[in-house]
């Protein structure tokens, strides 16, 4: 990779997050998880498709909110967020956005992790 190259890349991730940072503020995200789970959306879904499904988000909202699976009490409007995103996505590209952090991407590396090869 080229100088050039690199600082192009550092700039990318530092936009991405900017926005990301930005998106995470409009919906009232501050923990560290989600906010990570926003990072990998706009890298993921792109910057467009993010932004729609807030203001999808936000006009469920407006028209009375909606409610978490057992019925006991509404989503916050960033769960209201993540939930359209889970909704929209295929399977696989959902787990690759909510993958918890550490936790190994398929079951090669999982195996290189495991027999000291990975990484």
């Known amino acids: 990779m080229t100088a050039t190259n690199a600082t192009s890349t550092t700039d ?43 203001m999808q988000a936000q006009v469920v909202e407006e028209n009375g909110g ?20 889970r909704t929209e996505m295929g399977r696989k590209e959902a787990f690759r956005l909510f993958r918890p952090q550490g936790r190994p991407k398929d079951k090669q590396q999982e195996q290189e992790q495991g027999d000291g090869r990975g990484r």
């Open 12 to 54: 990318t991730r530092q936009a991405t997050r900017a926005i990301a940072a930005e998106i995470a503020m409009q919906l009232g995200e501050t923990e560290p998880e989600p906010l990570q789970h926003l990072y990998r959306a706009v890298r993921t879904l792109g910057e467009d498709r993010v932004r729609a499904l807030v």
């Open 66 to 85: 909606m409610l978490v699976p057992d019925g006991s009490r509404k989503r916050t409007l960033g769960g209201v967020f993540f939930h359209l995103v």
